[in-house]
């Protein structure tokens, strides 16, 4: 039933999409034109329909893939929540970071964590603050290995990139307090300043993190694709699914780490040939 009302989304929403291709080719031109650089176009298969991207003016974006929420000790773990969907996008996200890297494409990595003195929350009757506070945010805890840790505060264990997925030293990290990575953030500034124009999106959880930022991206020019074997929540798949359709009418693209990654090849072949 959820399929059948989806098909019929697409039929209604993307009939009105015809000039999207052009958007996109017109935002990556105006790239290219505004920092200077030209490295090859590589063409990922994606919904609505394809769309041509250029290393020096894409990046990574790595939603939350900390210990808090993908780790056994973490935040998540502790709650009883299932984080074996979280798990299961590490392996392919690894192998996009990988790609990403040997092609010179920029990994930016956002982190969703607190000042120590939990000054950055919000107000004493903010949601962000009390639905945070019921989840045990600060709370002293033992790391896995016997540290001493607090849930989801800066520079701990708990918010720490999850192991399989570790920053290295050409990777940027943006600290976040809320769940889109722009909010109060140097995210945009840092995109600006690299010429950055489109955002490959990974990580957790799809309907809520990834989807804040998505949506801020795209309302700040920014032209989204989402690696949906890349992302998941443990809120549900159909939330899941929610938000790839969204992304896929009105918000972006959506593709796969395997399209992703074949796309980077085919166009490193076609240089080297």
Known sequence: MIEKTNQQRRRVVLGGLASVPLLAAHGLAEAQKSNGKASPAFNIPAKPEPISLRAATSAVIVVDMQNDFGSKGGMFDRAGVDIAGIQKVVAPTARVLAASRAAGIKVIYLKMAFRPDLSDMGAADS??????????????????????????????????????????????????????????????????????????????????????????????????????????????????????????????WVSSSEEYIAALSRSRSLTQA
């Open 127 to 252: 949601v962000n603050r009390v639905r945070h506070l019921k989840m045990n945010v600060g709370k002293t805890v033992r790391a896995p290995d016997g540290r001493e840790s607090r849930i989801l505060i800066r520079d701990t264990w708990n918010t720490d990139i999850v192991a399989e997925l570790k920053p290295e030293a050409s990777d940027i990290t943006v600290y976040k307090h809320r769940f889109s990575g722009f909010y109060e953030t140097e995210l945009h500034a840092t995109l600006k300043r690299l010429g950055i124009r489109h955002l490959i999106f990974t990580g957790c959880t799809t309907s809520i993190c990834v989807e804040s930022t998505v949506r801020d991206a795209m309302f700040r020019d920014y032209l989204p694709v989402l690696l949906a074997d890349c992302m998941n929540e443990p809120i549900g798949q159909s939330n899941h699914e929610a938000s790839l359709l969204s992304t896929e009418v009105s918000l972006g």
